[in-house]
């Protein structure tokens, strides 16, 4: 941040008011970041869909197939809720205003190194091991980021709390009727 004023702008490719730096070559934009954050792990094909930055980021349609995980992160006083998903007809997808590029990659080629935030990377990573179990879980637990550390550096966040309820297992043991 530069020190200029900030102007409330509504930047062209958004919906909502800004602030914005009102010096051009700064340009800086608060955002004010969602409590509650919603998403999906979108399946087609055995791949997995990834926006570079989910209708509209990937201007895809999906089918929820079950919850997978959530996470809380204290310090930027946010709560992560994701769930599976399959890729519905038309089966298509594209960027969109929020996001570069988009594409279908399978577990094994997952970038994880450029994904943007860590709840992603610890979601996908945990979504491999489950695959290669043959079974999902139900993923819950605490991500504590050092303050002033980038979304997702690796060495700037531990997870805590970590618990992962075996559905399977739970269906399984589900009490009878008397």
């Not at 200029?4 to 608060?30: F, I, K, N």
């Not at 399959?86 to 994880?112: C, N, T, W």
């Not at 979504?127 to 690796?154: C, T, W």
Request: charged residues 15%; contains cysteine; glycine residues 6%.
């Amino acid at each position: 941040i530069c020190g200029s004023p900030m102007r409330l702008v509504q930047p062209p490719t958004e919906h909502e008011w800004r602030h914005v730096c009102s010096s051009v070559a700064c340009g800086y934009t608060d955002y004010f970041n969602p409590r509650m954050v919603v998403g999906c792990i979108v399946e087609h094909q055995g791949k997995i869909l990834l926006c570079r930055e989910t209708l509209e980021e990937a201007g895809a349609v999906v089918t929820i197939t079950a919850p997978y995980c959530h996470w809380d992160i204290p310090i930027i006083g946010q709560a992560y809720v994701l769930f599976r998903a399959q890729l519905a007809p038309p089966f298509s997808f594209s960027a969109g205003p929020e996001s570069q590029e988009v594409a279908l990659f399978s577990p094994a080629d997952i970038p994880h190194a450029a994904l943007a935030f860590s709840s992603i990377a610890i979601t996908l990573r945990l979504y491999q091991e489950d695959l290669a179990a043959g079974h999902f879980r139900l993923h819950h637990g605490v991500i504590d980021k050092r303050p002033g550390s980038g979304p997702n550096d690796p060495a700037s966040f531990v997870v805590r709390d970590h618990m992962a309820l075996d559905l399977q297992a739970a269906e399984g043991s589900a009490m009878q009727p008397h």
